[in-house]
């Protein structure tokens, strides 16, 4: 393929002094000595010279410039980015005594020689409690046991329902046999196994938790304040991070119920597994070279000891530079440029592609005084090489044995960024970040969320009387089938769809996110069966028939029912009377409610709603 780039570079100095030189006789006839030592050929000579390097500078832009022409788009240099998982113990054995404090930054090595180590990403304290009894309350009085389900790593199973609802409640019970004194003041630490194939491999940050949550032991009910979750709302597997503080079991058990906090989730969670003494660990490792020693010189360098910094931006916040002075510690500043600071300013300029540390020369930027130690604190990691598979066996310090396995591969890390990764960041912010202007851009940038599950979304058409507000109709994850019992989406879902998307609204304008409006529908036939036709195969194609026609979401997004539009008497007619089999309609009957423009019908037709009677003289 031919290389279509426009080579600006194209002339040497010794073709642009011939050019020159055979330009002579037509512009200056009466110049008669062209030799090199004439004092006008040497001008020639130079700015030939001067054409070439500014030739030579036009055709290549230097990494400082191409750094600044992505940072105009918003994209910055970064440094690589750690991987993260779980290490899961067995469920029916612990290796360790209650209380066991497992620090943050305490190493977890993999079985494999060449993997990099990880490290605990918070304090957490293991216990011997084991989980007998998983089960969900539901708000109308049911429950549903999910302890066999749990137990089983292959199986999944939906804790909430499929939407959750403000009143259902998850239990999960402990059998507990506490130490003489509970001393421990580091969380436990409760992992969940979520299944979610469109989740995000970037660990989300550790936020409050969406999810209250109650201790029930023999000294009552009280909610536990501060609870910490990595799991973004159920979206993907993390830990909650849970402060109890003393723990009383009731006939040696206690324990933890948990409901929403706003009335719903983002997303009603598919759980594959849920246990106690899960560590989340992380591929990053705190870093302090050994001392270095200040030499008094002008633009002293120093160069980070270790591979794998990480630094965003400029690294400003990422590396702490100190000196120790006749016994006093001083902290050192980085700068963008040292020209502008003054001959006592504690500044240092930082490259951090190549982890190297440019201090001042005593009048831009001061002297690093001679013997004085140089400490330099940092963080590293592997980027990509943490990127490990499942099944892996981990052992943790301060853990007599191997501690457990990792069931889905540690996964988020990523190499720092070359000159090519920020023009494509640049590249896909331009075309990808721009504000949300069209319905079309917004309907779209709902209809990414696929994390959230969001199968349709509908802006309304625009009101006059309400200048600058927007009105967005999303819909959840429902069953295509039609069989979802609720479908109304949770609050929770519409405002972590509207807070994703309001930052890209044009200024001055607002976005309020709603769930459709559905309408029940209520369909009732009696059908007479052609002849040789079975008629248990007759009503199982008309139940099928009416869910494909009516149904809100389909596995291609094609065949949707419209929003806004009505269920008719004479559609449904017309739907079961191509049926195969049905020779004749003997009753239909539809009751439903009043559609308005942002209403879906909610189809409440089951077998026994649809009659088919053999015909006369038919085959018994």
Not at 58 to 75: F, H, I
Not at 468 to 476: D, F, K, T
């Amino acid at each position: 393929m031919t290389d279509l780039t426009l080579s600006l570079n194209a002339l040497t100095f010794n073709q642009l002094v011939d050019i020159g030189r055979a330009m002579i006789p037509t512009l200056a006839p009466r110049w008669t000595d062209h030799n090199i030592h004439d004092p006008g050929i040497m001008l020639m000579e130079l700015i030939a010279w001067i054409a070439e390097a500014q030739m030579y500078s036009m055709d290549r832009l230097r990494r400082d410039e191409r750094e600044a022409y992505a940072g105009l788009m918003g994209v910055e240099p970064r440094g690589p980015l750690p991987a993260r998982g779980l290490v899961w113990p067995p469920a029916d054995t612990t290796s360790w005594p209650d209380g066991v404090v497992v620090k943050q930054g305490s190493p977890i090595s993999p079985d494999r020689i060449t993997a990099p180590t990880f490290f605990a990403a918070y304090d957490l304290q293991l216990t011997t409690a084991m989980l007998t009894r998983v089960e969900t309350r539901f708000a109308d009085g049911t429950s549903h046991d999910w302890t066999l389900v749990n137990a089983q790593q292959s199986a999944t199973y939906m804790p909430f329902g499929d939407a959750a609802q403000p009143d259902t409640r998850l239990v999960l019970t402990f059998q507990w046999t506490p130490p003489a004194s509970q001393t421990a003041t580091a969380p436990l630490s409760l992992g969940w196994e979520i299944v979610n194939d469109s989740a995000s491999t970037d660990a989300p940050q550790p936020a409050r938790s969406n999810l209250e949550v109650v201790l029930s032991d023999a000294d009552g009910e009280r909610r536990i304040p501060g609870v910490v979750d990595t799991t973004g709302g159920l979206l993907q597997s993390g830990v909650l991070l849970l402060s109890p503080g003393r723990i009383a079991p009731d006939r040696g058990k206690f324990r933890l119920i948990f409901r929403s906090v706003s009335g719903g989730l983002p997303r009603p969670p598919r759980v594959r597994r849920i246990g106690l003494n899960v560590v989340p660990m992380v591929q990053q490792q705190q870093i302090q070279d050994p001392p270095g020693s200040g030499l008094a010189m002008p633009n002293q360098q120093y160069s980070l000891a270790s591979d794998g910094f990480m630094f965003s931006g400029n690294g400003s916040a990422d590396l702490q530079v100190t000196t120790l002075e006749n016994g006093q510690s001083f902290t050192w500043t980085l700068t963008a440029d040292l020209q502008n600071s003054g001959p006592t300013d504690r500044h240092f300029e930082l490259d951090p592609a190549t982890g190297t540390v440019t201090f001042g020369n005593g009048v831009n930027g001061m002297l690093v005084p001679s013997g004085a130690p140089i400490q330099a604190a940092y963080k590293i990691c592997n980027g990509t090489s943490g990127n490990l598979q499942p099944g892996m066996n981990w052992s943790v310090k301060g853990v007599a044995g191997a501690f457990g396995t990792n069931p889905e591969p540690t996964a988020g890390g990523l190499d720092a960024t070359t000159l090519d990764d920020l023009r494509d960041e640049a590249r896909v912010d331009v075309t990808g970040n721009r504000p949300l202007v069209t319905a079309a851009d917004v309907e779209n940038a709902a209809k990414s969320f696929s994390d959230l599950g969001v199968t349709r979304a509908v802006e309304m058409p625009y009101v006059a009387s309400q200048p600058g507000s927007r009105v967005l109709i999303v819909a959840g994850p429902h069953d295509s089938s039609g069989a979802t019992p609720d479908l109304a989406e949770s609050r929770e879902f519409l405002r972590t769809v509207q807070r994703r998307i309001t930052p890209r609204l044009p200024l001055g304008q607002t976005l309020r996110v709603e769930s459709p409006k559905y309408v029940p529908v209520k369909i009732s036939a009696t059908l007479t069966a052609a002849r040789n036709a079975n008629p248990s195969d007759v009503q199982a194609s008309a139940l099928v028939e009416l869910q494909k026609r009516i149904a809100i979401v389909t596995p291609d997004g094609n065949g949707e029912w419209p929003l806004g539009r009505p269920v008719t008497l004479r559609s449904v007619q017309g739907w079961l009377r191509k049926v195969p089999g049905v020779a004749q309609l003997v009753s239909v009957n539809l009751n439903a409610g009043q559609f308005g423009p942002s209403s879906l019908p909610d189809l409440q037709v089951s077998a026994s709603d649809i009659t088919v009677n053999r015909p006369a003289g038919g085959t018994p």
